[in-house]
């Protein structure tokens, strides 16, 4: 798997393991970056992400593969010595300096003179509209800023790699969104190569060019956003990566790579095969809430479709994400459609029998039970 | 206290809670030392007879021994108490970053052990390893190194050795607690922009230890400047320290005057100190106090 | 630095060995003591002359006077445990007030206290003790030369040795205790009242228990920095001899390993201490 086929490569990560104790936190992990691109890993805690930047970074060393920055390799090349530089989780910003002196800091170590690196530390921050605020002292700034300080202070020494340690995690929901486009704004802007770590899925699929999904140390699906979202390999991208209604069962029949899907209870759906599925098998099949289309009635269903039934459970009111949660009559399982932006549906009550369907197209369906 | 309550419930109340403390701080510190400082500023001029005068600062002075024994006490305290943050910062910084878990609360716990036991008894410990009978010159003949066993006792170097034994809790433990508070992500951060070791504890550890290095240096110093057990057991009649001399004229030859005033130059020069190292360290004195 | 960079073979090597070196400097003077508690031999130095209990339980008979045969040193223990008794009620009852004065009440003056609290911690132990006794001194000729009274506990003696140390031991026990009233969350006490409990109820279910960890480590603490005082003590000792200074009068004079002997009974008796305090703590502190 490669993000990509002729561009220059920053990053290579080579059949890379390490474990802990008794604990493998990377399973021979292997990709590679393209110069200039955002690059996320995407996972659950625990599953191995921190471990692999931090290797990037050098604070660890792995067990077997090489890591290749810029086509060098980084076996036994100290954290200090490496053209990467690090955003911490908690920034890590020097409490006992102003922000122009750490910003100024890696400039200083590389033996820059105080008047030129003054100079280049005002010119970065101005760069992250962070102007004049050189003499101020860390704790003055908004979370925001010091986001960006943390940012300015690895930038300005133009490293080949800038890793970012959910840098967004200690923010709270409203920055948090507005700090996602900024920072896709300041990587368009500044063209270095980011890699991007994360548990939250909407950072990654905004911010991403790519994205790793990481689970027990490996790469479940390597791919664009895009991919992720439409087309997940395996059960766990389609249950981590945006929401999902997730529906157990067997498979019935397959007919040019469409499964019919039958739950315990008898509930038939359509859904494409992705992987090796076989009639007689158990299977998952994933289901996305914008996918089904909702009528008060059989007939205001598209007619070539498999129609549904259910009784409202609750709607759950969020704007533009509004939704509706449905108990299928026949399962009585829980399914979560998005009500159209049209507000035709806004007036759903619970207890209301409702009908729905979707593209078998839509649907994606995997051999084996997938356990919540 | 809730505001429902009377008013003169509630002033009652402040009146009990108050009368233990100023009772305490009156009757045993702020008196008695106004009181010390009376004493000081008077001479006998006969029997049961004084008179204010500077005479007893005077002879301070003019009497080039009791200067030289004063500034002497307080060369060596400042030696002693840089001595003892160098030994101790290595350790601390084992048990604050290094050690991990069970093993750094070990290895603190075992560095605190020896303070639960009298002073006394460890420099009896140190009066049988170096005396000129004891077991370290005793051990130094055997290894074929000297001749004869050499007194270890009575030499300045023994009672750097003494006090800085005695001194090293107070500050290993203000400088794990500050150590302990720095992020090691800080130390990563600094390491990833380019620093090497060298810098990072000058650029970043140090400036961050700041308040406990200080917290330590003034305890140790303050301890060190007015201990008398040590010096005077491990450095014999050579100790020369000067809360010998405020003994020696409190009570062996009952001139309270010359005692009380030598009493005062100690307590300015320990103020002295501690004030310079927070003015150095721009803290305060509250925060240094709760942190030790 | 830190395990997460990279650290050469040579400085872990170094780290390691100074760490070892520093458990030798700081254990050897007591393993010292201990050792020659137990050398069959008139002083404690060495050679080896192999191993006795008499310095333990020798008697006059023996011609060495063992620990629990030499009469002055069971006083002394007994006369610093009295001490050390008074100035440990005394200070946790005094520690206890000033944490609520200083944690509860507002009052003018309040910041100029607390800082005043903390002062007797940098008067160098003599100078209290001197200052204490010339005090002391004063008033008592006064009570002598206006009322004809003779004040003797105002005289060098175990009430001055008491109150000396207690002038700074007070202080530690008012940080120690106070800083566990300042974490209390004083929902509890808000719930309590809500629940229709009166003030002294409160108060002794509810805030007294939680300060009850601080206030037995301020107890053990001033315990044993009252029975350990040396500095303070000297200056205010009369005809009773506390045991630091009895040690210490003997040390000079050249003792025998009857010294060694309560010494080695001191660090158990401290350790033990210690210890309990220390399982105590885990346990009661949540």
């Known amino acids: 798997m490669n993000t990509s086929d002729n561009a220059t490569v920053d990053l290579e990560v080579d059949a890379v393991e390490k474990t802990f104790a008794d604990h493998r936190a990377v399973d021979r992990l292997s990709f590679s970056v393209a110069r200039g691109s955002f690059f996320s890993i995407l996972g659950p805690s625990g599953c191995g992400k921190t471990t692999l930047l931090r290797m990037i970074a050098g604070f660890i060393q792995p067990d077997a593969g090489d890591i290749r920055i810029g086509g060098r390799s980084m076996a036994g090349v100290a954290p200090n010595q490496r053209p990467v530089n690090m955003v911490f989780q908690q920034l890590a910003l020097f409490p006992m300096m102003t922000v122009g002196e750490n910003v100024a800091f890696g400039l200083a170590r590389r033996g820059v003179g105080k008047l030129e690196r003054m100079r280049k530390a005002d010119a970065m921050l101005e760069r992250v509209s962070l102007g004049g605020s050189a003499h101020k002292r860390v704790d003055e700034l908004s979370g925001g800023q010091r986001q960006r300080v943390a940012i300015a202070r690895s930038l300005v020494l133009e490293p080949t790699l800038l890793l970012l340690d959910e840098p967004l995690g200690a923010l709270d929901l409203k920055l948090r969104e507005h700090m996602k486009i900024e920072l896709k704004q300041l990587q368009a802007a500044f063209g270095t190569t980011f890699v991007y770590i994360t548990h939250d899925q909407s950072e990654a699929l905004v911010l991403s060019d790519h994205v790793g999904v990481m689970n027990r140390g490996r790469f479940e699906q390597l791919g664009t956003p895009q991919a992720l979202y439409y087309d997940p390999a395996t059960p766990f991208v389609a249950g981590f990566v945006g929401s999902n209604n997730r529906i157990g069962g067997r498979v019935e029949s397959i007919n040019n790579n469409i499964a019919t899907v039958v739950t315990p209870e008898g509930w038939r759906l359509e859904a494409r095969t992705v992987g090796a599925v076989s009639s007689g098998q158990a299977a998952t099949a994933f289901v996305r809430p914008e996918a089904a289309v909702l009528a008060r009635e059989p007939s205001g269903l598209p007619g070539n479709l498999r129609a549904h039934s259910g009784r409202v459970d609750s709607v759950l009111f969020d704007g533009a994400n509004s939704a509706v949660l449905v108990t299928e009559s026949q399962s009585r399982g829980e399914f979560r459609i998005a009500l159209p932006q049209t507000g035709q549906f806004s007036n759903l009550v619970s207890g209301e029998t409702i009908y729905f369907a979707f593209e078998a197209d839509r649907a994606v369906c995997f051999s084996g039970e997938e356990t919540a | ?292 | 630095m830190i395990p997460s960079l990279p650290r050469p073979a040579w400085l872990r090597a170094a780290n390691t060995i100074y760490i070892v070196a520093f458990l030798i400097f700081l254990f050897l003077p007591l393993l010292t003591v201990a050792a020659f508690a137990f050398n069959d031999a008139p002083y404690p130095a060495p050679p080896w002359h192999g191993f006795t209990l008499d310095w333990f339980f020798g008697d006059e008979a023996s011609g060495r006077v063992g620990l629990f045969h030499d009469s002055e040193l069971l006083d002394s223990i007994l006369t610093s445990a009295l001490v050390a008794t008074w100035v440990t009620g005394l200070s946790v009852l005094v520690g206890t007030t000033n944490a609520f004065l200083m944690e509860r009440a507002r009052f003018p003056g309040r910041q100029a206290l607390s800082v005043m609290m903390l002062v007797p911690l940098v008067i160098p132990g003599v100078i209290l003790g001197i200052s204490i006794l010339a005090f002391a001194s004063r008033l008592a000729d006064f009570a002598d030369t206006a009322f004809g009274l003779e004040l003797e506990f105002l005289r060098p003696g175990l009430p001055l040795v008491v109150v000396g140390q207690f002038s700074y031991i007070a202080a530690i026990a008012t940080l120690t205790i106070s800083a566990r009233l300042k974490r209390f969350d004083h929902t509890l006490e808000e719930a309590a009242f809500n629940l229709g409990a009166s003030r002294t109820a409160v108060l002794w279910h509810i805030t007294l228990p939680y300060l009850r960890p601080a206030m037995i480590g301020s107890a053990v603490i001033a315990f044993l920095m009252s029975f350990e005082n040396f500095n303070t003590t000297l200056m205010l000792v009369g005809a009773d001899t506390p045991l630091t200074i009895l040690m210490y009068g003997r040390m000079r004079d050249g003792a025998t390993p009857v010294l060694n002997a309560v010494s080695l009974f001191l660090m158990v008796a401290s350790a033990a201490l210690a210890l309990s305090l220390m399982r105590r703590g885990r346990r009661s502190n949540p």
């Open chain 2, 1 to 292: 206290m809730t505001a429902s309550e009377p008013n003169w419930q509630r002033r009652l109340l402040l009146a009990l809670l108050l009368a233990p403390a100023l009772l305490w701080l009156l009757l045993l510190i702020v008196l008695p030392h106004v009181d010390l400082a009376l004493v000081s500023f008077r001479e006998r001029v006969a029997p049961r007879e004084y008179v204010t005068s500077l005479a007893q600062y005077q002879t301070f002075f003019t009497e080039p021994l009791y200067w030289q024994i004063f500034v002497r006490t307080a060369v060596v305290s400042a030696i002693a108490t840089a001595i003892t943050l160098l030994i101790a910062f290595p350790v601390a910084w084992t048990i604050a970053k290094i050690a991990k878990g069970r093993r750094a609360a070990l290895l603190f716990l075992v560095c605190l052990i020896p303070f639960w036991v009298s002073e006394t008894v460890r420099t009896l410990g140190w009066m049988i390893l170096l005396r000129e009978s004891g077991v370290l010159p005793s051990f130094l003949v055997k290894l074929g190194l000297v001749s004869a066993p050499p007194e270890l006792l009575y030499h300045d170097a023994t009672i750097l050795v003494g006090l800085v034994y005695t001194s090293l809790l107070f500050m290993v433990v203000p400088l794990v607690n500050s150590l302990e508070s720095l992020d090691n992500a800080l130390i990563e951060a600094a390491y990833d922009l380019g620093a090497g070791g060298l810098t990072v504890l000058r650029t970043i550890v140090i400036p961050h230890a700041a308040p406990g290095i200080t917290a330590g240096c003034i305890v140790v110093f303050m301890l060190t400047l007015g201990n008398y057990l040590t010096p005077n057991l491990l450095g014999g009649t050579s100790s020369q320290w000067f809360t010998e001399q405020i003994y020696n004229q409190f009570i062996t030859r009952f001139n309270w005057e010359q005692g009380a005033a030598f009493g005062f130059l100690l307590l300015a020069l320990s103020t002295t100190m501690v004030w310079v190292g927070l003015k150095a360290s721009g803290q305060r004195f509250a925060d240094v106090m709760q942190r030790s």
